[in-house]
């Protein structure tokens, strides 16, 4: 018998899939040698939740933070490079704006509480300023984001401010760069 599989699973499964090519395509692990799932941290957190997520068959039926901490990782991970956080960053912006973290969860707010500290206190390995600053506006909508959707309202108060201080440091980096480059 064919099994119906919620959609949102389908989203989560194929952002996870936009990560891991990043990851291995990228000029930091391209040496000669394939890449290990299982001795790659990063790479082995996505290879669990893959293996997670062919056991459900609702997104709904496993907590929040399962299926956000390898991108949450990936965000906070300084071996990273820019754009690789980026795509990260932008998964995660993608759950939240479709919903796929409903906020009657009972594990919503363990979730929301780590994404915004892990973005709040992204890392990533810097290229070239404009691609930098790229990675900047995404963290930027990531929080805007986080903080206009229904699921946001789990967010604690010094998560809020966390947020608003990381939204005004990005900002004046941004400004300082701008007048830099003129």
Known sequence: TARIVDKNIYIVQGEINTVIGAIKRSARWSTHVRLDEERDPLLHSFSILKEVLNNVTELSAIEP?????????VIR????????????????NKFLSYGLIDS???????????????????RFVG???AS?????????????????????AHLTNESV?????????????MRLSGRSAM
């Not at 991970?77 to 995660?92: C, K, N, Q, R, Y």
């Not at 919503?108 to 994404?115: D, I, Q, S, V, Y």
């Not at 401010?161 to 980096?173: A, G, L, P």
Request: glycine fraction near 6%; hydrophobic fraction near 45%.
């Open 161 to 173: 401010c966390e947020i608003m201080q990381s939204c005004f440091r990005i900002c004046f980096e």
């Open 127 to 129: 290229t070239d300023p």
């Open 77 to 92: 991970s300084e071996d990273t490079t820019g754009p690789i956080t980026g795509l990260a960053l932008t998964s995660v």
């Open 65 to 73: 933070i399962v299926f956000l901490r390898p991108f949450l990782e």
């Open 104 to 122: 009657n969860h009972e594990g919503a707010a363990e979730g929301m509480e780590n994404l915004a500290d892990a973005v709040t206190h992204a």
């Open 132 to 152: 930098d600053e790229v990675v900047l506006m995404k963290i930027l909508q990531v929080l805007r984001t986080l903080l206009l959707a229904p699921v946001g």
